[in-house]
């Protein structure tokens, strides 16, 4: 495989809203991030993936765009990400946008347009149908594909008396990708952006864009690929840029057709099959169940080895998933060896490695007492659907989804110091605070050299800048003790070297035999607090985990 820059960067999430707030107004803000920029370069990332900082009516926090080439007020101005893309830069630390092009805002120039009549020169921007009548005369939408924050796909427009699609909120209608006018509009735009400089995109539900809904398809449609294809060879293909897609439906085969070089696709997907496994078959998230560790072993390694001519995304958070060391580890007691204990299994692995804000200090899920002071909007269209309208849940079992999956877990304020608001904002945040900033923020983990922080940081260092950085990016992997029910252990090895990683994912004791050829020889890497010994046999602590090292002669 031809080595690409971003093979062996690690990307860190900004979801700017909750980052840093540099002026009081309980928002935070590209001034704030700027401010933060040298303690990212501690850690040692060499890439933000920046949630959107678009102009926006901010209905979906930013997901809702309404000028792609302008920045929300709330976030600063152009001028400001000017010089975030020019302060990282001298860091050594590019920028990727969110790209979110599946769907635009209601607000956005061309919305507001294509709405005045069917004539108008946007209206082909955008999906529209004619509704139909019920016995009774009632007006009801064409055939509904469920939106995913709750009630119908279509929504009714009176000046035109047809309705508009909208996978999402009815504040975000789906662009129409058949469009070529419209089409063109994006990749300029795109340009644009690579023009003043970013390092790539990241592809808002790009799945999406290939949808046909008069057939009941909305992702993975048939004309998906060639649609990318276009983009690539229209925008970012021109560039030296990392371009990784949000696909909730891919398998390791499709991951290939979007990732493998030769097609000139994208450079990476995000796949979300093991982010899954504890959903209810009907309730989704909203009712989670037991996690299945042996079928995450086998989905996880399926794609270190099925994923042969492409490239991978490695992750457990982001800014729609709750908090890894709440959701599957422990955030009471062994918070922090739990949290270490992610961050050791997934960063050995093979592919690009993402880092949520917080997760590099172990932040856990929040459990605020009242729905309202819940802010996402998926978590308000969904309880008015499963609970208030279908009665599928009662309101109790709702709300144990929310505090084990909800969005919000990830989007409480970063927590910096132990002062009023854990140092977000000097305002009123525009979402609470995790109460436990106190003990759990960023102050104190940079005071200590044992923190979780200081795992992500020679996690980073060991891929990028050591005699196993090879390995670790290139290595290939075989999984070991597939059935047990408490380690998840692999090997990565090329002809120099080889690396044994082991994790215990319970909090209670296990046994494991070391494979003979790591007792004699081999040098501990990094491991979870515990002083480890290479023995035949090893008891392992509580989520305990290490790598082993050994040259190959």
């Keep these: 495989m031809e080595q690409k820059w971003w093979h062996k960067s690690v990307v860190y999430q900004i979801y700017p809203r909750s980052f840093m707030d540099s002026n009081g107004d309980g928002i935070g803000d590209i001034q704030g991030i700027i401010s933060k920029l040298d303690y990212l370069e501690k850690l040692g990332i060499d890439v933000i993936w920046l949630s959107p900082v678009y102009q926006s009516p901010m209905d979906d926090n930013g997901y809702d765009i309404s000028d792609y080439q302008d920045i929300a007020k709330e976030f600063g101005t152009m ?41 108008n020169h946007y ?5 529209w149908r004619e509704g139909k009548r019920d016995e009774d005369g009632n007006r009801i939408p064409p055939k509904d594909l469920g939106s995913a924050f709750g009630g119908s796909t279509w929504e009714y427009d009176e000046t035109t008396d047809m ?29 644009w952006w690579l023009e ?104 996880m390694s399926k794609w270190q080895t099925d994923l042969t001519k492409g490239w991978n995304s490695l992750f457990w958070n982001n800014h ?12 009471g007691d062994h918070r922090e060896t739990s949290a270490k204990m992610f961050a050791i299994l997934l960063h050995m692995m093979k592919g690009t490695p993402y880092i949520y804000q917080g997760e590099e200090i172990g932040m856990t899920n929040v459990k605020f007492s009242r729905l309202e002071d819940y802010n996402d909007i998926e978590i308000h269209g969904t309880y008015k659907d499963k609970v208030l309208r279908d009665e599928e849940l009662t309101h109790e079992e709702f709300m144990r989804g929310v505090y084990q999956n909800g969005r919000d877990n990830a989007r409480t ?102 494979p003979d050829e790591f007792i004699n020889g081999s040098e501990i890497v990094i491991s979870t607090d515990k002083e480890l010994s290479v023995r035949e046999s090893i008891r392992l602590d509580p989520y305990e985990s290490f790598v082993l090292g050994l040259e190959i002669t």
């Design 79 to 119: 001028a400001d990400m000017d010089e975030l893309l020019e302060e990282a830069g001298t860091r050594g630390i590019k920028i990727i946008m969110d790209l979110v092009v599946n769907h635009s805002s209601d607000e956005h120039k061309w919305f507001l347009e294509a709405k005045k009549s069917v004539d």
């Design 123 to 127: 209206r082909d921007y955008y999906i």
């Design 163 to 191: 309705y508009y699609f909208h996978i999402f909120s009815k504040k975000q209608p789906d662009l129409n990708w058949e469009n070529e006018t419209l089409r063109q509009e994006i990749y300029d735009m795109m340009n």
């Design 196 to 299: 003043k400089g970013i390092g790539g995109f990241r592809m808002d539900v790009i799945d999406l864009i290939g949808k046909e809904v008069d057939k009941g398809i909305k992702e993975n449609g048939p004309r998906l690929h060639d649609l990318i294809k276009e983009m690539h060879e229209s925008s970012f293909g021109n560039y030296d840029v990392l371009t990784v897609g949000e696909t909730w439906g891919a398998s390791p085969a499709s991951a290939t057709r979007y990732s493998d070089p030769d097609r000139k696709e994208l450079s990476m997907i995000f796949q979300f099959e093991h982010m899954v496994l504890d959903w209810h078959s009907v309730h989704g998230k909203w009712k989670p169940v037991g996690l299945d560790f042996i079928r995450l072993k086998r989905v």
């Design 320 to 331: 729609d998933l709750p908090r890894i060391v709440s959701r599957w580890g422990n955030d």
């Design 413 to 514: 304020p970063m927590q910096w110091n132990n002062q009023e608001h854990a140092g977000f904002t000097t305002g009123n945040p525009w979402l609470q605070v995790n109460e436990n900033y106190e003990q759990i923020n960023v102050k104190e983990a940079l005071c200590d050299k044992r923190s979780i922080f200081y795992t992500y940081q020679k996690l980073i260092e060991l891929r990028k800048n050591s005699k196993y950085s090879d390995t670790i990016i290139y290595g290939d992997y075989t999984l070991l003790y597939r059935n047990h029910p408490e380690v998840f252990a692999y090997t990565r090895a090329d002809e120099n070297y080889k690396l044994l990683v082991v994790a215990n994912f319970t909090d209670t004791f296990s046994e494991i035999v070391i």
